[in-house]
């Protein structure tokens, strides 16, 4: 505990050093780069070290002030496990900004990005030890606003102040679930503790579920509360996306475990909720994606996609928990929970490279690029790699935990009732199906960004520069390959994460999935072995033959004045995947007809509309500003009214005593 | 081991031949004598020989994506029984990781075509990608047939000695269905008539044969392998669902099986020749009903198959 809290006051202290050395930018920087890693890093340690300790207990401290109320914090084999990737991510994320950070820029505001960016790394440790409903809200709160602030950090232009006051909503309409979720804990139970919940009624506890995880799902970007994510990311700076998408997003994941945890009631209600919202989330995020034009904000959908996954898998998880089937729920919670490490791994990764793309191009859009792998080698092949994880593709990290979560889906078939095995159809049909229409999405980037020939100046003759950019995505992409192919050591982290939940199996067995993940780097090393010769074939067959090797242009079927802007765009990639998904993902184009013999110039737009955002904008947001218009009258700028508005809620409230 | 071993050479060297076998009957209907049955090995030992043309525009994974193609093809063969025997490697799970090597296998594919700047190119990678979506959820549709009736997640429990067999005496007309619904998928996967047409590439509605438009030589002769080898692999599961006899007679499963993938590809051959390309967009819908038959084929078992 100790180690925990003075990693945290080093990252705090990094923080606070930075906002007060502002004046001097390198100096400010400097710092605050060393004891934010420095922080993580020992964080990390800790984290790690408990998690990898066999017999490791968990490690609580709990302190008052002046009576008013108590903070208590414990760090059990789930709370370590989250704190492992915050850590991890936040630690490159430090690395990153320094290269990332420019130096022309007003010094003050690196400082101010800095200060708050600490606030988050603490905000969120500290999110994930907590334990009880104080100290839980408390740092819940600072960490929405602490991100809030970083989400505006480019506060000039007015979409960027949109997306952080879409956000600032967002997070405090799920604020107030989450609050009502432990109003409810708090009425039935009386203390603040996250202590079990044996004696409250099970309707109460299905109520509480519903509420936590309408309000953790919308800090997660559970369709359809994902609507602030694909603004606020893409405003944010990269390093910091890097953080929210990586980790950030993840402790609504931890919240919804948690009170899975302390409800301690094995119900198959509460996996259907979760693997329908994770079906439907994988679903529509990756086919929104795939319809998107600026590259942050694509990955940023893929952080929704990616949240569907993991809630497959923890939906499978509790179904097999609430059938008293402990392969099933260890399958499934283990894929959900192993999950959210390789996700926080490769989409940090991505958000860096796609930040790189950004700090050298000066541009998001996807089809203005083109190209950059000739001038960008270790971003673009580190980009490509991460690609392949994404796609939970063999031999790299996603595809480990997406093998755990088929694996208890398939066995969720023998389960037997007819639900379950609908349930079970649902889960791997759509994992397939995500699979694919990923691999659609990461084809179009890498294909449209990095590879054929630059589409405007802006990518032309990119050079990629900074080592401290450069080396987080070495890193990470090195970690994609080491859990792919070596998962046994990250398996067993996430088998304790899963003890923790207490699933009455006592210690989660740990021979069964130590098969498994040997079969898993059995197969990840044939096919290298395989990759392997074939290449040592095909250099043998090119021997001698520099002579008959030769380069020119593209074949371009006879034509010869081929112009890169014949190049297929992401939009044209992407069109008839998204017209066969356009009952879900409506397109709305922008094209005045070219029309007479001597037509203007003209344009062609497209967007691909957010369902969830078109019906909130009509079915919610609409009616509510509606409402509040009618209700105007109340707001009269009358202090000594307000007073007496306050007066009377007070008199009326005491009725309820 | 050894067997397995042999066999799965064996099918990686047959493959070309069984592939030239589909230019024979296309001949045949179209009342010409055709290429020598060998034309296969010829072209690919003409293309080892040659030396390549690379284009301006073109990075490494260019030269990547036929080495992984091929690797994902031939690292698959070793998972599949072939003849009913046992295959090279088997563990719990390997349907999964063979279905996602063949994805890795295409993410290389089209990233190679990506690669090159053509507008044919990408747009050829763009129906790889989408066609492929729907072809991998029939594909799962089936593995959770199979799980229904064995309870097994490997190839080696659907394909090996009499479990074919006896998957057919527990679900006989239900099989028919997954058998009819996986030739979908071969017709589509390895880009045949009538989603694709492997004999042309100038069209604008190619798939498979307009991605490749760039690669020469060694490079090309690894891809083309590589195709044979992944048509292979589709050939010899239907194979095995089709003639799944079990015999003491030493050969005779081999026999079966080389009867087998004979019907296979003569089916291929005939589908090819009688009938046109569908436009591109009802091809979605021609793959959609092999999802359609493996779902339904699925819910019958829920009934009728304790």
């Known amino acids: ?657 | 081991m050894i067997q397995s071993i042999l066999l799965w050479l064996a099918a990686i060297l047959a493959a070309p031949f069984f592939s030239g076998l589909i230019l024979k009957i296309k001949a045949f209907f179209g009342g010409k004598k055709g290429p020598p049955i060998l034309i296969n090995y010829y072209t690919l030992i003409k293309l080892f020989k040659k030396g390549s043309v690379y284009s301006n525009s073109t990075t490494i994974v260019f030269k990547l994506g036929p080495v992984i193609s091929l690797a994902a093809s031939i690292t698959v063969l070793m998972f599949l029984p072939i003849a009913g025997f046992n295959p090279v490697f088997s563990f719990n799970g390997d349907v999964i990781f063979v279905l996602y090597v063949l994805g890795l296998g295409r993410f290389f594919t089209i990233a190679a075509a990506m690669d090159t700047a053509s507008p044919f190119e990408g747009m050829g990678a763009a129906r790889e990608a989408y066609f492929p979506i729907i072809c991998e959820a029939a594909m799962f549709m089936i593995l959770i047939f199979f799980y229904r009736i064995t309870g097994e997640l490997q190839l080696s429990a659907y394909f090996t000695g009499s479990n074919t067999l006896n998957m057919w005496s527990l679900a006989g007309a239900p099989l028919l269905f997954i058998v009819i619904s996986f030739f979908i998928i071969l017709l589509t996967e390895n880009s045949r008539v009538p989603v694709d047409d492997p004999a042309t590439h100038l069209e604008l509605t190619m798939i498979h044969e307009v991605m490749v438009l760039d690669h020469s030589g060694p490079d090309f002769a690894l891809i083309e392998l590589g195709s044979f080898c992944k048509l292979m692999f589709y050939s010899t599961i239907i194979s095995r669902m089709i003639l799944p006899f079990e015999s003491a007679i030493f050969g005779f499963p081999i026999v079966m099986y080389l009867a087998g993938l004979l019907a296979v590809y003569v089916a291929v051959g005939v589908t090819e020749s009688v009938t046109a390309r569908y436009r591109m967009d009802k091809v979605p819908q021609f793959v959609l009903t092999s999802f359609a038959l493996a779902f339904f084929a699925t819910i019958i078992t829920l009934e009728f198959v304790k």
């Open chain 1, 1 to 657: 505990m100790c180690q925990l809290f003075s990693s945290t006051c080093i990252i705090l202290l990094g923080g606070f050093l930075s906002l007060f050395f502002a004046r001097q930018k390198k100096f400010s920087k400097g710092i605050a780069v060393l004891f934010l890693s420095g922080g993580c890093l020992l964080g990390l340690i800790d984290a790690a070290g408990k998690l990898l300790d066999p017999a490791g207990a968990g490690a609580s401290a709990s302190f008052r002030y002046l009576d008013l109320f108590s903070l208590s914090f414990h760090v059990d084999g789930l709370a370590a496990f989250f704190l492992t990737a915050i850590f991890a991510v936040s630690l490159m994320a430090a690395i990153y900004s320094f290269h990332y950070m420019g130096n022309e820029e007003n010094g003050i505001k690196t400082g101010v990005n800095y200060f708050f960016f600490s606030v988050l790394i603490a905000a969120m440790a500290l999110v994930v030890t907590a334990a009880n409903i104080l100290t839980f809200m408390i740092s819940w709160e600072i960490m929405s606003l602490s991100s809030f602030f970083l989400v505006i950090y480019s506060h000039e232009s007015a979409e960027n102040r949109k997306a952080g006051y879409l956000y600032f909503v967002f997070s405090h309409v799920g604020a107030m679930f989450i609050l009502a979720a432990f109003g409810l804990i708090y009425g039935h139970t009386g203390n603040f503790d996250f202590a079990s919940l044996a004696d409250v009624p099970e309707t109460v506890k299905i109520l509480i579920f519903v509420f936590s995880f309408i309000g953790f799902g919308s800090k997660a970007g559970v369709f359809p509360f994902h609507v602030w994510l694909p603004h606020a990311h893409p405003a944010a700076p990269s390093h910091i996306s890097a953080v929210m998408s990586g980790v950030m997003i993840k402790t609504g994941i931890y919240g919804i475990l948690r009170i899975y945890a302390i409800l301690d009631f094995h119900t198959p209600v509460f996996g259907y909720i979760t693997l329908i919202a994770g079906v439907i989330s994988g679903i529509l995020g990756v086919v929104y994606a795939l319809g998107q034009h600026d590259i942050k904000r694509l990955l940023a959908y893929h952080s929704v996609e990616n949240i569907g996954i993991i809630l497959i898998g923890l939906g499978v998880g509790m179904i097999g928990a609430a059938t008293g089937n402990p392969l099933v729920a260890v399958l499934g919670f283990a894929g959900g929970i192993l999950h959210v490490l390789n996700h926080s791994v490769f989409k940090s990764l991505l958000f860096m490279g796609a930040g790189m793309v950004l700090h050298q191009t000066g541009t998001r859009s996807i089809d203005a690029l083109g190209g950059l792998l000739k001038g960008m080698k270790i971003t673009g092949t580190t980009f490509i790699m991460g690609s392949l994880a994404i796609c939970g593709l063999p031999p790299f990290n996603g595809f480990v935990s997406e093998f755990f979560i088929y694996m208890g889906s398939f066995k969720t078939i023998a389960l037997g009732s007819s639900i379950s095995f609908s349930m079970s159809v649902f889960a791997i049909i759509s994992l397939a199906v995500i699979g694919g229409l990923a691999l659609a999405c990461f084809t179009k980037v890498v294909g449209v960004v990095f590879q054929g020939e630059p589409r405007t100046l802006a990518a032309e003759n990119v050079k990629e520069k900074g080592w401290a950019m450069m080396v987080p995505m070495g890193l990470l992409a090195a970690a994609c390959v080491i859990i792919g192919v070596f998962p046994k050591m990250f398996i067993h982290m996430a088998l304790k994460a899963v003890q923790a939940l207490g699933l009455d199996y006592g210690r989660v067995p740990v021979e069964p999935f130590g098969q498994i993940s040997c079969n898993i780097t059995f197969a990840a090393l044939l096919f290298l072995v395989m990759a392997l010769i074939i290449m040592g074939i095909r250099s043998t067959c090119y021997k001698n033959k520099t002579d008959k090797n030769t380069t020119s242009g593209t074949w371009g079927c006879g034509f010869s004045q081929p112009t890169v802007k014949m190049q297929y765009t992401g939009s044209s990639y992407a069109g008839s995947i998204l017209a066969f998904f356009s009952a879900a993902a409506p397109l709305s184009e922008d094209h005045p007809p070219i029309k007479g013999r001597f037509p203007l110039k003209t344009h062609y737009h497209s967007h691909v509309n957010d369902i969830a955002e078109l019906y909130m904008k009509n079915v919610v947001v609409r009616p509510v500003f509606y409402l509040f218009d009618k209700l105007r009258w109340m707001q009269h700028g009358d202090i000594h009214l307000y007073i007496g508005y306050i007066l009377l809620a007070i008199v009326l409230l005491l009725f309820f005593i």
